[in-house]
């Protein structure tokens, strides 16, 4: 299954690191970001709206990105 890790800007200038799956033909990177713009994300982001995508990279393993997020 393969993984997304990425990274958001927050209002306050701060930044965000998640990482998402990629479900059969779903692409949950880009639901994952609406949920974020919506507030429906992370605590983190939830008080910190508006967020922007600055950067994201795809892996073919949702380990692999997990592993990233934690090393960034």
């Given amino acids: 299954m393969k993984g997304y890790m990425y990274i ?3 209002k306050d ?4 690191i998640g990482s998402t799956n990629n479900l059969g033909n779903t692409n949950n990177l880009e639901r994952r ?3 974020h713009q919506n507030g429906e994300g992370a605590n983190y ?3 910190r709206l508006l967020v922007e995508l600055v950067y994201y990279e ?3 393993r ?3 990105s997990f592993y990233l997020e934690r090393q960034v």
């Fill in 62 to 64: 949702i380990d692999e």
């Fill in 33 to 35: 970001i609406l949920e």
């Fill in 45 to 47: 982001t939830q008080k």
């Fill in 8 to 10: 958001l800007k927050c």
């Fill in 13 to 16: 200038g701060s930044f965000y």
């Fill in 58 to 60: 795809e892996y073919e």
